[in-house]
């Protein structure tokens, strides 16, 4: 890896801490060159502008998300384990680029904003929902999963109850509405999506 | 009303549509310009900072917000089907404020940020709350609602899956996820909620 490389690589971390807190309007040009030390022109010549960069820095602070809410989950075999196990990832694992979900503050800057943003917000989500969808559809192949379950439903259902108890979590300064997200995610996969033949 | 007490009003409503849709950040004194026709001086005669402005604008857009929600609630005697009036109206009822939920963006846009807003926000969240915990504490009472039931859990459900279906609706420029979990409460409420001994 060059040097140009690694601190573009620099940039793009520092940015990711800044953008995911302070949104993309609230992140000042100011702020990014006292984080990385460098003078403005050290910032654009790797960056045409302050989009391209928050783009990359929200590419970055994601997969950083992605990858804690995905831990060992390869490694369980049954599919209804596998969404608890990514339920308690979610709640347990607070990823490395503080300030919350990436996905749940870009989408909610970027719906009414930076159309470039927004897009990599909904390519995020499309992601997620692609992912879970897999693991539901082979599960019901597998019958693991009722026959009954409509994947995209209960997708919609753990994401939008995650990020919604994130956000009431974050308000609260608890993890109250996390743990009541969870266990009633779990009784649900437990006596309504498992199969017991 | 006096001239001022109008003006100021106005203030108010055109900063809530601008403040919801852009953010704290985002939300430029010059686009308030030119959303009321005034003078910068002619707007910080009624407000003594921009911070004041976003949080009346905020409890502003909160309060219309929360009337499209709770409308006809009152005439609803039993508590399961003011709930699920509740979510019918969050899914149905676009608040006439544009942007989407104002305690959602708040919520992201100042939980690392501005602490008065912030503050707002958890109010709006604690009141969201206590009406809801009454509905189902009542319900609980008068043998509608299980006594089994949590009311912060079930209340922590419905808020957190509502607000992040709205999110991943936004995204998504559909209403497929705020249906999905319309359809996942209103089966919740039926089966483990409702007291039909």
Chains 1, 2 share one sequence.
């Not at 690694?6 to 520092?14: G, K, N």
């Not at 369980?76 to 979610?90: A, E, M, T």
Request: hydrophobic share 40%.
């Amino acid at each position: 890896m060059s040097k140009g490389d690694d601190t573009r690589r620099r940039i793009v971390s520092e940015a990711a801490k800044l953008f995911n807190r302070q949104g993309f309007a609230g992140a000042a040009m100011s702020d990014l060159m006292q984080a990385t030390g460098l003078e403005k022109g050290g910032i654009y010549r790797h960056f045409s502008s302050k989009q391209e960069l928050a783009a990359e820095a929200f590419d970055y602070a994601w997969q950083v998300a992605w990858d804690a809410r995905m831990d060992e989950l390869k490694s369980i075999p049954n599919s209804v384990d596998r969404l608890k196990r990514f339920v308690g990832n979610f709640v347990d694992k607070r990823p490395a680029v503080p300030g919350g979900c990436p996905l749940l503050n870009t989408a909610i800057d970027a719906d009414d904003g930076d159309p470039i943003l927004r897009e990599r917000a909904l390519k995020a989500l499309r992601g997620w929902r692609r992912t879970l969808n897999e693991i539901v559809t082979k599960g019901i192949e597998r019958k693991e999963i009722r026959p009954t379950v409509d994947p995209r439903k209960l997708t919609a259902l753990v994401i939008s109850s995650l990020e919604g108890a994130l956000m009431m979590s974050r308000l609260e300064k608890n993890n109250e509405a996390l743990l009541a997200i969870q266990s009633h995610l779990e009784s649900y996969l437990e006596e309504q999506v498992r199969f017991s033949g």
